[in-house]
């Protein structure tokens, strides 16, 4: 049997360093315990660390009130544990500037969550959540434009960035994740004059900047835009949730176009598009909804076709995607063949059973 490692435990500078995998994280809450008064960074990284793990350690992290920066990057931890990481940061709130918790297995879930907790933070400056530190207070308003393009950003930095930005108090005025500069008083607030519409067409956006504009619908602020154009960007399937998300309080937009934007990843994931057809249920005040060439099957479909007995939803269009007519229903038949074969369809041409 190979022999058992032990953690190793250095400190230099008034920071604390976990280094290498760890038979001995039981040990640990009682090092960082005896060095609380005096620690400024807390570095547990590439530690192996675990849900079932995290509880102790973060609590040892609580009474260290001197405690500027505390890196969690590269372990297990799942967005089981973000809201004990977010308590972390409340507790800390008078200290900590820097945290780091990338490359984990958190979902944009975990990463919306994380940032609704630093909506109310104004200590720390930087955050890591996906692949590449986040300049928090920027996005909160501290400057009019944030352009961080040159760094790679992964859907659940957008959703971090998402809740961080939706702010009627904020003066940003353009955020630039990965593709073009997103105008975000138009997005949350739409124009006071104009046809209060925002063409984003293949403007090379990304998932993490479809959080993002989904956040600002959102937000549901007024006058709020009426129209909104995100064909031929990478929307994705996470991209197509955060949308869904947004549409079951945005009450402010009446067509959206989502042609080309890879909805279903391909086809292999159709979560999102499924979201957006249940957001549509509940949504009286989008009537137009535009999602062509964007591989949804049959079952999609059928989930986007109900969408048409709702009470806002007129006209919808699911051209060029690889449905088949299939068997079934006469309703779900019918419908099927309506949405296929018209741009517009009316309420009242589906049948009813």
């Known amino acids: 049997m190979a022999p058992r490692r032990k953690s190793v435990v250095l400190i ?5 360093n976990l280094s290498y995998s760890q038979d001995c994280l039981l040990e640990l809450p009682p090092q960082i315990l005896s060095e609380k008064n005096a620690l400024v960074g807390l570095n547990l990284g590439h530690s192996s660390i675990t849900d079932d793990d995290l509880p102790a350690l973060a609590n040892a992290a609580k009474v260290c009130r001197c405690l500027e920066s505390l890196c969690l990057s590269h372990n297990a931890l799942s967005d089981d544990s973000m809201e004990l990481i977010c308590s972390v940061v409340g507790t800390l709130e008078a200290t900590l500037t820097s945290l780091d918790v990338g490359l984990n297995a958190f979902t944009p879930l975990g990463g919306r969550a994380l940032g609704e907790c630093l909506t109310t933070n104004d200590r720390v400056e930087e955050c890591r959540v996906g692949k590449a ?36 108090l904020s003066d940003l005025e353009t955020v630039c994740l990965s593709g073009h500069p997103l105008p975000m008083k138009t997005l949350l607030f739409g124009q006071a004059e104009g046809p209060n519409a925002l063409d984003l067409a293949r403007t090379q956006l990304g998932a993490a900047d479809a959080w993002v504009v989904a956040g600002a619908l959102e937000a549901d602020l007024r006058p709020g835009l009426r129209k909104l154009v995100l064909d031929g960007n990478a929307v994705c399937a996470s ?21 080309s934007c890879q909805l279903t990843d391909d086809g ?3 979560r999102g598009v499924e979201a957006i057809g249940e957001a549509l249920r509940h949504n009286p005040a989008l009537a137009s909804l535009a999602m062509r060439d964007n591989d949804i099957d049959e079952g999609l479909v059928v989930t986007l076709a109900a969408a048409l007995t709702s009470d806002g939803l007129t006209a919808l269009d699911l051209r060029d995607n690889p449905f088949a007519d299939g068997a079934g229903g006469r309703q779900r038949h019918k419908r099927v063949i309506q949405v296929r074969f018209n741009v517009s369809v009316p309420r009242a041409r589906v049948p009813e059973t």
């Open 133 to 168: 530190m986040l300049p928090v207070q920027r996005f909160k308003g501290g400057a009019a434009r944030v352009d961080v393009s040159q760094k790679l950003f992964t859907a659940i930095d957008g959703a971090l960035v998402a809740r961080l930005t939706s702010t009627s």
């Open 12 to 16: 230099e500078n008034a920071t604390m």
């Open 268 to 270: 292999h994931d159709g």
């Open 239 to 259: 991209g197509a949730f955060a949308l869904g998300v947004a549409l079951r309080r945005c009450r402010c937009l009446g067509d959206l176009s989502l042609n």
